[in-house]
């Protein structure tokens, strides 16, 4: 995925098309917007990063999880199998974006699945059709002629990861001419 946040206006669209989509309880967000002023009057701005499961090459969630309910896909999407999860919350702490938590519903881990079921269905994911600024685009990385290489192509100087030097690879990329350190993660 690819968030281009020069387009992100701070809407939370994508925050409650998620919440909508997956019955997300009170308190808790498979997707969330974080929000920074930056400078002082008259030259402040308001920035915006919308934050959600990075879908690692290298999840540690997945290396902690001991029954196997965290698995990684073929497609790269990084998903909990409800049945085998049996709350132990090992994996909660082990995320470094903090995208994850137990659903005190059924107790059970929970976290973006990128909409897997409508990825399934090829349909894209409800924050990437609600996102009113056209800010998220989901592809294939790994095909040059996709659209989400060809933004990061063509915006390489700008392009940004959270936590690069986490050593899990994340697989969602940031177009922003901003630090994305200046958001607390």
């Not at 994508?14 to 997956?22: D, N, T």
């Not at 879908?55 to 085998?84: F, L, M, Q, S, W």
């Not at 100087?157 to 001419?177: A, C, E, M």
């Amino acid at each position: 995925m690819v968030i281009d946040l020069r387009k992100c206006t701070g809407c939370h669209s994508c925050s409650v098309a998620c919440k909508a989509e997956f019955d997300v309880p009170l308190r808790e967000w498979r997707a969330k917007v974080k929000e920074k002023e930056k400078g002082k009057y008259p030259k402040a701005k308001r920035l915006f990063l919308p934050t959600l499961c990075n879908h690692c090459d290298d999840p540690p969630c997945i290396k902690v999880c001991p029954v196997d309910a965290t698995y990684k896909r073929n497609d790269g999407i990084v998903t909990i199998e409800e049945e085998k999860c049996i709350g132990c919350e090992l994996c909660v702490p082990a995320c470094p974006y903090k995208a994850r938590f137990l659903d005190q519903r059924n107790k059970k881990a929970e976290k973006c699945s990128f909409c897997q079921h409508l990825i399934d269905e090829g349909v894209v994911p409800s924050c990437v059709n609600t996102c009113p600024g056209n800010a998220r685009i989901l592809g294939d990385l790994n095909d040059p002629k996709s659209l989400v290489s060809k933004l990061i192509a063509r915006n390489k100087k700008i392009v940004k990861v959270l936590k690069p030097k986490s050593g899990t690879k994340p697989q969602v990329f940031y177009i922003s001419p901003e630090k994305l350190n200046i958001f607390k993660i």
